[in-house]
């Protein structure tokens, strides 16, 4: 008898301790494998290898026409010629616009073909090695540089294939347009025919797995074969769908749009060091580097090998199990499980009700009360992360060691809330009911995803299922093995939903979008366990102690470890500007308030307002002080040609940077019906569209040192005011300007030199 009370009085604590450790080992189950070695045989892919190649790529910042990024692209071509490409460098003009933003650049994109012996469809391998101004790139993406290098070293020492395999290292993807592929694939308008297939390699961080996070349309064939060739497959259709939602685009996007069937890899993690002074080799985690290039030699040498390319297919459903465990299905096996999963469980529940305390008002209540418990949910973690940041101040960036510590106690936090609360729930209700309710709310959601998002439907299904099962079993067994029954049913959702909580929270930063989608998933996680969380809470008082104590416990470690320092900088922004018509400069920043270092330039009383005339018209407020004048000549431009036809006036332009800048803006009216603009020839047809607010934006990167050309066409004969600017990276040793200290970094567009006229025509 005392055993059995022991054993009762135990028995919650082990539990707690079994979802701990599920939890955990379902997170393990993302990390990347282990690096191999400079040892290893000569066909196997190496990261100790291949990061031997950084030491040259990532020594400094080397953006789109930087004396930098000249020394990187012939140390490029040089070591694909020495593994036997024939290799050379393509120059043109990639052209982009997007809303009112005209993006151009002059590009110098790496090729080289290594033959096959009897090609059908060449494979394309892409990466850009240009850099962000502020970063040497070492991930972002020296990481997609130096894995293809060894990639190819790999394939060089085993046996031939048979296809052609092509190598695309791009220039310029960094310059806000994608500028390297968009020349690449404008200049060869048959990529869709000649390739079969195109793996292009990015990164958002510096560690991490290899996440393989887009894919082109229709890819049904290609999920199955990179299932069946990549050792470490890593990706969910939920990615592949989200990302389709996005603003946000890669090389690959491009590609994709050429209609080139392919695969699109990156990794994410330590996201503080993404684009500034931290993307180093040292922080470059070699296990990242390993899992990209063991999973894309894989799948190079088994395409490489394909008589055909994988065909277009409808596209599947694809998630990781455990690991790197790929469950591929169709989607109508989707929709199958998510309309007969509810029909079998309200089928089990009319059978099992009259026994088990099931009625149908309790189960609507329940059905309810999913919605007050994610409000529960959602409001307790947004109190307790105001109150994490009333406490800490200032959080560092993103995925730290110190956010991930206040994220889990910030959603411990609420979970202890939402705990709480079923417990009043399950009192009025009846656990079953509520339990019941419940399952039947996520089935409900379950058929809107397939509706709406059906990449994402695996997400609850699964568990969901699941947790149905074990909730009828544990209605039919004895009540001594009910709980290791929905413990059992539970494993699924811990599984699934445990690594997608932290892959939201790495993805999004640690922000309240991030917080909110974090207490979605806890929501549901919780609502598919109901009777077993029943069960562990008895002791309600102790339970809701434990996970307070926990939760500041962990709060205060984060808050602990929450210290600017050289490994954990501030991102802040300063650009010296010059008015050349008001022969006067100003210190600006984007910011919203000066740190310890800007204040000491900008002032500490500084206050946010817009000025345009130091920002080349942007009308968005910004920090900005006077500053010591310096010599410094502004850009140049030249009417070349002027003409008018049916009400169309075509003004052309030669525009150059007098002081060899390599970046260059223009800026004109939001009022002016801008039809077409044109850099160098390469011209941009547009439609005027009242909703899009702010002014029209040019640019174009790797200016020559002759200038470019630039062609407007609009309907306004009368004169059109155009600001011109060209920018410069560094800023001048002028007071009080002082060293930048150890616990800062540029932020992305800052620590730049501009100057700025406005011309009439």
């Given at each position: 008898?005392?055993?059995?009370?022991?054993l009762?009085?135990?028995?919650?604590?082990?539990?707690?301790?079994?979802?701990?450790?599920?939890?955990?080992?379902?997170l393990?189950?993302?990390r990347?494998?282990?690096?191999?070695?400079?040892?290893a045989?000569?066909?196997?892919?190496?990261?100790?290898?291949?990061?031997t190649?950084?030491?040259?790529?990532?020594?400094?910042?080397?953006?789109?026409?930087?004396?930098?990024?000249a020394?990187?692209r012939?140390y490029?071509?040089?070591?694909l010629?020495e593994?036997?490409?024939?290799?050379?460098?393509?120059q043109?003009i990639?052209?982009v616009?997007?809303?009112?933003?005209i993006?151009a650049?002059?590009?110098n994109?790496i090729v080289a073909?290594?033959?096959?012996?009897s090609?059908s469809r060449?494979?394309?391998?892409a990466?850009?090695?240009?850099?962000?101004?502020e970063?040497?790139?070492?991930?972002?993406?020296?990481a997609?540089i130096?894995?293809?290098l060894?990639?190819i070293?790999a394939?060089?020492?085993?046996?031939p294939m048979?296809?052609?395999l092509?190598?695309?290292?791009?220039d310029?993807?960094?310059?806000?347009?994608?500028?390297?592929?968009?020349a690449?694939?404008?200049?060869h308008?048959d990529?869709?025919d000649k390739?079969?297939?195109?793996?292009?390699?990015?990164a958002r961080g510096?560690s991490?797995?290899g996440?393989?996070?887009?894919?082109s349309?229709e890819?049904g064939?290609?999920?199955?074969?990179f299932a069946r060739?990549a050792?470490?497959?890593m990706?969910?259709s939920?990615?592949a769908a989200?990302?389709?939602?996005?603003?946000n685009?890669?090389?690959?996007?491009?590609?994709?749009a050429?209609?080139?069937t392919?695969l699109?890899f990156a990794?994410?993690?330590?996201?503080e060091g993404?684009?500034t002074w931290?993307?180093?080799?040292?922080n470059?985690?070699?296990?990242s580097v390993?899992?990209l290039?063991?999973?894309?030699?894989?799948i190079?040498?088994?395409?490489g090998?394909?008589?055909?390319?994988?065909?277009?297919a409808?596209d599947?459903?694809?998630?990781?199990?455990?690991?790197?465990?790929?469950?591929?299905?169709?989607?109508?096996?989707a929709?199958?499980?998510a309309?007969?999963t509810p029909?079998l469980?309200?089928?089990?529940c009319v059978?099992?009700?009259?026994?088990?305390?099931l009625?149908f008002?309790?189960v609507a209540?329940g059905f309810?009360?999913?919605f007050?418990q994610?409000?529960?949910?959602?409001?307790g973690?947004?109190a307790?992360?105001?109150l994490?940041?009333?406490?800490?101040g200032?959080f560092?960036?993103a995925?730290?060691?110190s956010?991930?510590l206040?994220?889990?106690?910030?959603?411990?936090?609420a979970?202890g809330?939402a705990?709480g609360s079923?417990?009043?729930?399950t009192?009025k209700?009846?656990?079953?009911?509520?339990a019941a309710?419940?399952?039947f709310t996520?089935s409900l959601?379950t058929?809107?995803?397939?509706w709406?998002l059906?990449g994402?439907?695996?997400?609850?299904?699964?568990?969901l299922a699941?947790?149905?099962?074990?909730?009828?079993?544990a209605l039919?067994?004895?009540?001594?093995?009910?709980p290791?029954?929905l413990?059992v049913f539970?494993?699924?959702a811990?599984?699934?939903?445990?690594?997608?909580?932290?892959?939201?929270?790495?993805?999004?930063?640690?922000?309240?979008l991030?917080?909110?989608?974090?207490?979605?998933?806890?929501?549901?996680?919780?609502a598919?366990a109901v009777?077993?969380f029943?069960r562990?809470?008895?002791?309600?008082?102790?339970?809701?102690?434990?996970?307070l104590?926990?939760?500041?416990?962990?709060i205060?470690?984060?808050?602990?470890l929450?210290?600017?320092?050289?490994?954990?900088p501030?991102?802040?922004?300063?650009?010296?500007?010059?008015?050349?018509?008001?022969n006067?400069?100003k210190w600006?920043?984007?910011?919203?308030a000066?740190?310890?270092w800007t204040?000491?330039i900008l002032g500490?009383?500084v206050?946010?307002q817009v000025d345009a005339a130091y920002t080349a018209?942007?009308?968005?407020?910004v920090?900005?002080?006077?500053?010591?004048l310096?010599s410094l000549?502004?850009p140049s431009a030249?009417?070349?040609?002027?003409t008018?036809?049916?009400g169309?006036?075509?003004?052309?332009?030669?525009v150059?940077?007098?002081r060899?800048?390599?970046?260059?803006?223009?800026?004109?009216?939001?009022?002016?019906n801008?039809q077409?603009?044109?850099?160098n020839d390469?011209?941009?047809?547009l439609?005027?569209?009242s909703k899009?607010k702010?002014?029209w934006?040019?640019?174009?990167?790797n200016?020559p040192?002759e200038?470019v050309?630039?062609?407007l066409?609009?309907?306004?004969?009368?004169?059109?005011q155009?600001?011109?600017?060209d920018s410069?990276?560094g800023?001048?040793?002028?007071?009080?300007?002082?060293?930048?200290?150890?616990?800062t970094t540029?932020?992305y567009?800052s620590?730049l030199?501009?100057v700025?006229?406005v011309?009439e025509?």
């Open positions: 008898m005392a055993r059995r009370r022991l009762a009085t135990i028995a919650p604590a082990i539990f707690w301790l079994g979802l701990i450790v599920v939890g955990g080992l379902a393990y189950g993302t990347p494998p282990a690096a191999v070695n400079a040892s045989p000569p066909d196997v892919f190496s990261a100790a290898r291949a990061m190649h950084l030491a040259e790529i990532a020594k400094k910042p080397h953006p789109i026409g930087s004396d930098e990024a020394r990187v012939d490029l071509v040089a070591k010629t593994l036997g490409g024939e290799t050379h460098v393509e043109g990639g052209s616009h997007y809303a009112r933003n993006h650049g002059l590009v994109n073909t290594f033959r096959g012996t090609n060449a494979t394309l391998l990466a850009h090695y240009d850099s962000v101004p970063g040497p790139g070492a991930a972002d993406d020296g997609g130096v894995t293809l060894e990639v070293r394939l060089r020492a085993g046996p048979k296809n052609d092509i190598v695309l290292f791009t310029g993807e960094e310059a806000r347009g994608l500028l390297g592929a968009q690449f694939t404008a200049s308008p990529l869709a390739i079969g297939l195109v793996v292009n390699l990015e510096s991490g797995p996440l393989m996070f887009e894919t349309n890819n064939a290609l999920i199955r074969e060739s050792p470490y497959p990706a969910t939920l990615m989200i990302y389709k939602l996005l603003p685009d890669t090389d690959f996007t491009i590609f994709k050429a209609g080139v392919g699109n990794f994410l993690e330590t996201y993404y684009h931290l993307d180093t080799i040292e470059l985690d070699p296990r390993q899992h290039g063991a999973n894309v030699l894989g190079t040498r088994h395409f090998n394909l008589a055909a390319s994988a065909s277009k409808p599947l459903v694809y998630f990781n199990w455990f690991g790197s465990r790929l469950w591929i299905y169709p989607v109508w096996l929709w199958i499980v309309l007969l029909i469980f309200g089928y089990a059978r099992l009700g009259p026994a088990s305390g009625t008002l309790g209540a309810g009360s999913f007050l994610l409000l529960v949910m959602i409001g973690s947004f307790a992360l105001a994490a940041r009333l406490l800490v200032e560092l960036e995925d730290t060691f956010n991930q206040l994220f889990a106690g910030i959603m411990a936090i979970f809330f705990i079923q417990r009043i729930l009192r209700f009846g656990v079953i009911n509520l309710g419940q399952l996520l959601l058929i809107i995803l397939c709406f059906i994402g439907s695996y997400v609850l299904q699964w568990p699941s947790a149905m099962l074990g909730t009828v079993l039919r067994v004895p009540d001594r093995i009910r290791h029954c413990f539970l494993i699924p811990l599984l699934i939903l445990v690594p997608l909580i932290y892959m939201f929270f790495v993805a999004l930063t640690f922000t309240y991030a917080v909110t989608v974090a207490a979605l998933l806890l929501t549901v996680l919780l598919m009777v077993f029943d562990l809470t008895k002791q309600l008082t102790v339970t809701l102690t434990v996970v104590l926990v939760s500041v416990l962990l205060a470690a984060g808050s602990h929450t210290v600017r320092s050289s490994k954990h501030r991102r802040d922004s300063l650009i010296y500007s010059v008015n050349a018509d008001q006067k400069a600006v920043s984007y910011d919203d000066p740190d310890s204040a000491g500490s009383t206050r946010r018209g942007l009308e968005r407020p920090l900005s002080s006077d500053a010591i310096t000549t502004p030249v009417v070349s040609a002027d008018t036809t049916d169309v006036r075509i003004l052309k332009l030669h150059s940077s007098t060899g800048a390599r970046s260059l803006l223009v800026r004109l009216s939001r009022e002016l801008l077409a603009a044109a850099w390469h011209v941009e047809s439609e005027y569209d899009i702010g002014p934006t040019l640019r174009f990167y200016l040192p200038g050309s630039l062609e066409r609009f309907s306004a004969p009368k004169p059109i155009l600001r011109l600017a410069t990276p800023l001048p040793r002028i007071q009080p300007l002082s060293p930048r200290p150890d616990d540029p932020g567009g620590d030199t501009l700025e006229r011309y025509f």
